[in-house]
């Protein structure tokens, strides 16, 4: 069963535009969603990382979004670059009193394609 | 050089065949998981260690095996029951109390034919 469900799975942006990714989630037993990024052909790095507590984190051009009671979360990518073209990763991490302790669950991923 | 180091970054046989994907981190961390990565589905957890010699299935550890000995070193063997071994195969390690930061290395496409 997908705890963490992804969309879309693929995004084209203008050079400059707002990238946004959505996650939502089933699962009430988590306590830290990260965002990962991966370029081709590499292993993904960890972007940002939210708790629930917390509504809003921004690093940069990049912040989280998060709707605790409709248990979802995003990611808006600011003045979109090229470089920013990559496939993000959503996740959840289990509490230690869940069956996923420790464990991050990911998103099917979504393939960003900023356009110069 | 801090980080993960997995080899070789491609790796091809036979069907029928066993093989082992190495993985080692310099970073002292005390987690390591192995990850299967196949288009649109995101990572998949195959095994995990939080401490030497004891490790735990993920979600897809049929026909998988892994060790771990040493603290830096956890092999990922694939073996002949696995039924769709041809995928790109990602080793990431942690700090115990940050899990939710995972470093990962550079992966290993296996292809079997």
């Known amino acids: 069963q997908q705890q963490v469900k992804q969309s879309p799975q693929s995004l084209i942006v203008q050079k400059g535009g707002i990238s946004i990714i959505n996650c939502a989630y089933e699962n009430t037993a988590f306590d830290y969603f990260p965002w990962y990024q991966q370029f081709p052909g590499k292993g993904p790095a960890l972007l940002i990382a939210i708790r629930p507590d917390v509504s809003e984190k921004k690093e940069g051009r990049f912040t989280i979004s998060f709707n605790k009671s409709a248990k979802q979360f995003s990611l808006h990518i600011m003045d979109s670059q090229p470089g920013d073209s990559a496939t993000y990763f959503c996740a959840a991490r289990g509490t230690l009193v869940s069956s996923n302790t420790g464990k991050l669950i990911f998103g099917q991923g979504t393939t960003l394609q900023v356009k110069p | 050089d801090g980080g993960i180091t997995q080899s070789p970054k491609y790796l091809f046989r036979k069907e029928g065949q066993n093989v082992t994907l190495s993985c080692e981190q310099n970073?002292?961390?005390?987690?390591m998981y192995w990850y299967r990565q196949d288009p649109g589905q995101g990572l998949r957890l195959i095994y995990y260690s939080q401490i030497v010699n004891d490790f735990q299935k993920g979600d897809i550890a049929e026909g998988y095996s892994v060790s771990r000995e040493k603290k830096e070193s956890f092999p990922l063997t694939v073996t002949s029951a696995q039924k769709n071994p041809t995928a790109f195969y990602l080793c990431a390690s942690s700090q115990l109390g940050q899990t939710y930061e995972q470093y990962f290395g550079p992966g290993t496409r296996l292809t079997v034919t």
């Open positions: 970073l002292n961390h005390d987690a």
